[in-house]
């Protein structure tokens, strides 16, 4: 079976200090790779997916990027934090477009 | 551009009543999917039920199903017989045919009522 996993779990950073989030995927092999921002009223926000390695996509232009060094290892990052880049990280996979995209237990990250 | 849009924030229902939740979409495409997903308090995101815009049928999952209107590109789901567990943040997904991405809302927060 398929196991996603995120980390850390929670993240305090103060303004302007760089950001690393991780998530790797068990079990399927070249799967698409998404990382999500949930925010207050703001529902699921789509960042960042991709299809393969080194294949980013984004979807919002901001200080944040992605990266996929490995076919199961997707990488977040910024080298200034914003204090608007306050959230709940989520990183997903998905194989067919049919079953939707599956989610990790998300990264919660306050910037202070 | 693809938009989901859930205009109910918060939702209550009684315990073993029935509850509609409300979506609609934006899409130029002809063939999608569509998803509800379910976000507890432990806020792991977990899929509850899906349909492909090119069948029919209301797509249904014991307690959950759904009224899919392709021309008025609405996508609700209810849940009959509401349980305790139930309470939790809703989220209507959009996937594209010709894509890889997932759209999703903002969210409906459900309470269930004892």
């Known amino acids: 079976s398929q196991t996603i996993h995120q980390w850390p779990a929670t993240l305090v950073q103060p303004v302007g200090s760089p950001l690393s989030l991780e998530c790797t995927v068990e079990g399927t092999s070249n799967p698409n790779l998404y990382w999500y921002r949930q925010a207050a009223g703001r529902g699921l926000q789509l960042l960042f997916y991709s299809i393969g390695i080194d294949q980013i996509s984004s979807e919002v232009p901001q200080n944040l990027s992605a990266s996929r060094p490995q076919d199961r290892q997707f990488i977040l990052s910024s080298k200034k934090l914003l204090l608007s880049d306050s959230g709940f990280y989520l990183c997903?996979?998905?194989?067919?477009?049919?079953?939707?995209?599956?989610f990790g237990p998300g990264t919660r990250l306050t910037v202070t | 551009a693809q938009t989901v849009t859930q205009s109910q924030p918060e939702m209550s229902v009684q315990e073993a009543e029935t509850v509609t939740l409300s979506c609609t979409y934006d899409?130029?495409?002809?063939?999608?999917?569509l998803f509800w997903y379910k976000q507890p308090p432990s806020r792991q995101m977990i899929l509850v039920i899906r349909?492909?815009?090119?069948?029919?049928q209301n797509a249904t999952e014991n307690r959950f199903s759904v009224n899919f209107q392709k021309a008025a590109k609405s996508f609700s789901l209810k849940i009959s017989d509401s349980q305790l567990g139930d309470a939790a943040m809703y989220f209507c997904?959009?996937?594209?045919?010709?894509?890889?991405?997932?759209?999703f809302g903002t969210g409906t927060s459900l309470t269930v009522i004892p």
């Open positions: 899409t130029s495409e002809s063939d999608y999917y």
């Open positions: 349909q492909e815009a090119y069948k029919q």
């Open positions: 997904a959009y996937g594209v045919f010709t894509g890889n991405q997932f759209y």
């Open positions: 997903a996979w998905s194989f067919y477009k049919t079953s939707g995209v599956n």
